[in-house]
């Protein structure tokens, strides 16, 4: 069984990782794109990659969503085991989207002279 320390620096280590990988997409692939759709592809990937959610629902330790929800789906009681981990997916890629938007207009938006 992990530490809390260990969970915590696991934790961590995952949430850099998947920042890293978006910057990369974005400077790699989508930056190629128009503002809107760059900034609301940057920001699917980071809602998709960086929700965490519960295991369980006695579960206090949090995972990404994105893990959870297929793992469950696969392997611990199919979609009812599932169904909260790709409840908070689902949400966390519409609000990536969302920021990702108003980054891009904030980014692209010329101040009045």
Do not use: K
């Amino acid at each position: 069984m992990m530490t809390t320390t260990s969970y915590l620096f696991a934790l961590v280590i995952y949430w850099l990782a998947a920042g890293v990988g978006c910057r990369l997409l974005y400077v790699m692939v989508f930056r190629h794109l128009s503002p809107m759709w760059s900034g609301a592809t940057t920001g699917l990937v980071a809602g998709l990659l960086l929700v965490p959610s519960y295991a369980a629902a006695d579960a206090n330790t949090l995972a990404p969503a994105l893990i959870t929800g297929v793992f469950n789906l696969m392997f611990a009681g199919g979609m009812e085991a599932a169904v909260g981990a790709f409840l908070m997916l689902s949400l966390g890629a519409v609000m990536g989207v969302i920021v990702g938007i108003i980054t891009a207009r904030l980014s692209t938006s010329r101040p009045s002279q």
